[in-house]
């Protein structure tokens, strides 16, 4: 590529990397050619359609290409890029065309470091003024076909939380979802360091007294123990009630359709509005478990039947068509002493095809 310097393209490659993903994973290598960056894929192949694993990718690279496309936008540099850009090549997941001198530069630039999923219990106001949410509005209407609401009403807020609540409380009363859960987690870093892959310990949010009792409920036989006392109603509360019903505001967003290129669109206009967010000096935690759960592949892959009709009624008598894929809570907070790290670029590079 003649029009990019090695600095520029480390800046926009580490601003992807900056993007959050679930668990703390991103699962691509990167690969310069010409004038595009090829992304594939590191896993044999995408979780089945339909399900929520497979949203959870299709976001997470969502936000990865929304923080390319704007740090490409700092140095003038257009990113245009597409999904699946070769049905015959399923691993090749993302191909981003580079154009020098065709951007605007995207203020939002600024927040990619800057940004952390927080995960204190409270998160303070002041509520947004009308301008602040305008600004939240116009980041989410680059994608027109992704809804942002807002559930802050009490009836709504209720509404929605009854639906979070059951699905963080499978959480850790499903054994395969407790597994996915505590899987993520690297106790190995302690509750003080910060580790390049994977969800550190004192990231969570847990308080330090608790500290012992999470890390024990790790162990299934533990959990499982403890579910015969309610634990698992109790962490679902902590997990999501109590911290949503404090949080000054409760956002979600929804698309028509849950093909895949609407599902990482979810994912692109997210990292926007968590950018406006960050940009407010606002943090925010995603909480998208009750609405993935609720898709309809979300059974097939270990949530149970009645937990599936369950939410995907809750919502649908509230949202209608709609589909909801993200939630997250917004507000003030300090930062959290350990946030989740990242690998270094190098670690990205696609080496296997040249
Ligand atoms: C699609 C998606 C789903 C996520 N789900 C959750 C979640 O359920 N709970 C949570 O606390 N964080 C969630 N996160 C936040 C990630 O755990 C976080 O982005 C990752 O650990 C990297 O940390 P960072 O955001 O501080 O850079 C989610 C992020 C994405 C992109």
Not at 202 to 210: D, H, I, R
Not at 290 to 313: K, R, Y
């Given at each position: 590529?003649?029009?990019l310097?090695?600095?520029?393209?480390?800046?926009?490659?580490?601003?992807?990397?900056?993007?959050?993903?679930?668990?703390?994973?991103?699962?691509?290598?990167?690969?310069?050619?010409?004038?595009?960056?090829?992304?594939?894929?590191?896993?044999?192949?995408l979780?089945?359609?339909?399900?929520?694993?497979?949203?959870?990718?299709?976001?997470?690279?969502?936000?990865?290409?929304?923080?390319?496309?704007?740090?490409?936008?700092?140095?003038?540099?257009?990113?245009?890029?597409?999904?699946?850009?070769?049905?015959?090549?399923?691993?090749?997941?993302?191909?981003?065309?580079?154009?020098?001198?065709?951007?605007?530069?995207?203020?939002?630039?600024?927040?990619?470091?800057?940004?952390?999923?927080?995960?204190?219990?409270?998160?303070?106001?002041?509520?947004?003024?009308?301008?602040?949410?305008?600004?939240?509005?116009?980041?989410?209407?680059?994608?027109?076909?992704?809804?942002?609401?807002?559930?802050?009403?009490?009836?709504?807020?209720?509404?929605?939380?009854?639906?979070m609540?059951?699905?963080?409380?499978?959480?850790?009363?499903?054994?395969?979802?407790?597994?996915?859960?505590?899987?993520?987690?690297?106790?190995?870093?302690?509750?003080?360091?910060?580790?390049?892959?994977g969800?550190?310990p004192?990231?969570?949010?847990?308080?330090?007294?608790?500290r012992?009792?999470?890390?024990?409920?790790?162990?299934?036989?533990?959990?499982?123990?403890?579910?015969?006392?309610?634990?698992?109603?109790?962490?679902?509360?902590?997990?999501?009630d109590?911290?949503?019903?404090?949080?000054?505001?409760?956002?979600?967003?929804?698309?028509?359709?849950?093909?895949?290129?609407?599902?990482?669109?979810?994912?692109?206009?997210?990292?926007?509005?968590?950018?406006?967010?960050?940009?407010?000096?606002?943090?925010?935690?995603p909480?998208?478990?009750?609405?993935?759960?609720?898709?309809?592949?979300?059974?097939?892959?270990?949530?149970?039947?009645?937990?599936?009709?369950?939410?995907?009624?809750?919502w649908?008598?509230?949202?209608?068509?709609?589909?909801?894929?993200?939630?997250?809570?917004?507000?003030?907070?300090?930062?959290?002493?350990?946030?989740?790290?990242r690998?270094?670029?190098?670690?990205?590079?696609?080496?296997?095809?040249?």
């Open positions: 590529m003649n029009h310097n090695p600095d520029t393209l480390r800046f926009i490659l580490e601003s992807a990397i900056l993007a959050p993903s679930a668990d703390n994973q991103h699962r691509v290598r990167f690969k310069l050619d010409q004038n595009a960056i090829r992304v594939t894929y590191t896993e044999p192949a979780p089945p359609p339909g399900g929520y694993k497979r949203a959870l990718v299709l976001m997470s690279l969502g936000a990865l290409v929304e923080n390319l496309t704007i740090a490409a936008s700092r140095f003038g540099i257009q990113a245009v890029t597409a999904l699946y850009p070769d049905p015959n090549q399923p691993d090749w997941v993302l191909q981003t065309h580079l154009q020098p001198d065709q951007a605007v530069v995207d203020p939002l630039w600024q927040s990619i470091s800057l940004r952390h999923t927080n995960r204190r219990v409270f998160f303070h106001g002041p509520q947004m003024s009308e301008a602040e949410r305008g600004e939240l509005d116009a980041a989410a209407n680059a994608f027109p076909a992704c809804q942002l609401l807002w559930l802050d009403d009490p009836a709504k807020r209720n509404h929605a939380l009854r639906l609540r059951l699905a963080e409380t499978e959480r850790f009363r499903t054994r395969l979802l407790h597994d996915e859960l505590f899987s993520a987690i690297r106790f190995e870093a302690g509750w003080r360091e910060t580790c390049p892959e969800l550190p004192g990231a969570l949010g847990v308080e330090p007294p608790l012992p009792i999470f890390a024990l409920l790790r162990h299934w036989p533990a959990m499982r123990l403890a579910n015969l006392l309610g634990a698992h109603y109790m962490l679902g509360w902590r997990a999501c109590l911290p949503c019903r404090l949080a000054p505001h409760l956002g979600l967003l929804a698309v028509k359709n849950s093909d895949d290129q609407s599902v990482y669109d979810v994912g692109r206009t997210f990292q926007r509005v968590w950018l406006a967010a960050t940009s407010q000096g606002r943090v925010l935690q909480m998208p478990a009750s609405a993935i759960f609720a898709l309809e592949g979300a059974s097939v892959e270990g949530i149970p039947i009645a937990t599936q009709h369950s939410l995907a009624d809750g649908k008598s509230s949202l209608g068509e709609a589909i909801p894929l993200m939630l997250f809570r917004t507000g003030f907070a300090k930062p959290l002493a350990v946030a989740a790290g690998a270094g670029v190098e670690a990205y590079a696609d080496t296997e095809n040249g």
